[in-house]
Nanobody
Framework: QVQLVESGGGLVQAGDSLRLSCAASGRTFSSYGIGWFRQVPGKEREFVSGISWDGAKTFYSDSVKGRFTISRDNAKNTVYLQMDSLKPEDTAVYYC????????????????WGQGTQVTVSS
């Protein structure tokens, strides 16, 4: 079992940066791929980024590529999402999720989810 807790959300202006953190419990964290998703009320949850268990592979949606950077520190059981050049359309609740297969691709099944953190970008 893995428990995930997101933090780092907040209210910022367009063009600003935020860094989200996903802290995990459990000794097997380093074997899980971790993905970041976001959801706006009334819309489906959207894949944002993913990182493989060893950090060797990363994935980004087209909408955030070049602006967001995902990384992980397995010694700290934490995955980060650095978000730069934020836009109002990035406003959403951001969730991290753990994938047992270790690959965190957009279409893989994610086994565990956090509660989410709100990101609001004003224009």
């Amino acid at each position: 079992q893995v428990q995930l807790v997101e933090s780092g959300g907040g209210l910022v202006q367009a063009g600003d940066s935020l860094r989200l953190s996903c802290a995990a419990s459990g000794r097997t964290f380093s074997s899980y791929g971790i993905g970041w998703f976001r959801q706006v009320p009334g819309k489906e949850r959207e894949f944002v980024s993913g990182i493989s268990w060893d950090g060797a592979k990363t994935f980004y949606s087209d909408s955030v590529k070049g602006r967001f950077t995902i990384s992980r520190d397995n010694a700290k059981n934490t995955v980060y999402l650095q978000m730069d050049s934020l836009k109002p359309e990035d406003t959403a609740v951001y969730y991290c999720a753990a994938d047992k297969s270790g690959w965190a691709t957009p279409l893989v099944y994610y086994d565990y989810w956090g509660q989410g953190t709100q990101v609001t970008v004003s224009s």
